[in-house]
């Protein structure tokens, strides 16, 4: 099973600021790594796919880069509504498995 | 636009079965090329993906759980099922099921919490 450690496990940041996660994986994935957003008692929503790909609908300030075992998903400038928990995502094989969640706090 | 709804008892009693099914509504479970997943949350922990179906009934299971699980399709009903045995309270969780495409979880339900308790 291919393990996916992100960094850091929270983070406290002002509006406008921008905020930086970064997902390892246990093995070279390529590029299948996608990127989720989930806020309190709602189901995740997938922001970026394979690695880079924004998905449709997302905003532009949300991108991602890497591949291989080494991943960053990057908000730029961050808005009040960015508060959340995000988590990065592996389909390069079974069982598909997330990092454990980074939480985004709003100062 | 297509919707998933997750439904099935809120409480399961230690090493009984707990049973969930997901309505697919505003297209057919049989047209694309998806899989039909389910994926679950313990309260305040990561998500933990179980297994999915495609619609030709081929299945894949997370080996943590293969032995437990087992996922069906019914088109006549345009659902899917999760079924889980021998539950205990490791398994109280929101259940969510999705629709996956090119490998990629890009529509889920709402979620549904399943509490194992006696």
């Known amino acids: 099973e291919i393990v996916l450690t992100q960094s850091p496990d929270f983070q406290s940041v002002t509006p406008k600021e921008k905020v930086t996660i970064t997902c390892r994986a246990s093995q070279s994935i390529g590029s299948s790594l996608h990127w989720y957003q989930q806020k309190p008692d709602q189901s995740p929503k997938l922001l970026i796919k394979?690695?880079?790909q924004s998905f449709s609908g997302v905003p532009s300030r949300f991108s991602g880069s890497g591949s291989g075992t080494d991943f960053t998903l990057t908000i730029n400038s961050l808005e009040a509504e960015d508060a959340a928990t995000y988590y990065c995502?592996?389909?390069?094989?079974?069982?598909?498995?997330f990092g454990q969640g980074t939480k985004v706090e709003i100062k | 636009q297509v919707q998933l709804q997750e439904s099935g008892p809120g409480l399961v009693k230690p090493s009984q079965t707990l049973s969930l099914t997901c309505t697919v509504s505003g297209g057919s479970i049989s047209s694309g090329s998806y899989y039909w997943s389910w994926i679950r949350q313990p309260a305040g922990k990561g998500l933990e993906w179980i297994g999915r179906?495609?619609?030709?009934?081929?299945?894949n299971y997370n080996p943590s759980l293969k032995s437990r699980v087992t996922i069906s399709v019914d088109t006549s009903k345009n659902q899917f099922s999760l079924k889980l045995s021998s539950v205990t309270a490791a398994d109280t969780a929101v259940y969510y099921c999705?629709?996956?495409?090119?490998?990629?979880?890009?529509?889920w339900g709402r979620g549904t919490l399943v509490t194992v308790s006696s």
């Open positions: 995502h592996q389909s390069s094989s079974l069982p598909q498995t």
């Open positions: 394979y690695a880079s």
């Open positions: 999705a629709r996956e495409a090119e490998d990629i979880v890009r529509l």
């Open positions: 179906i495609y619609t030709s009934g081929s299945t």
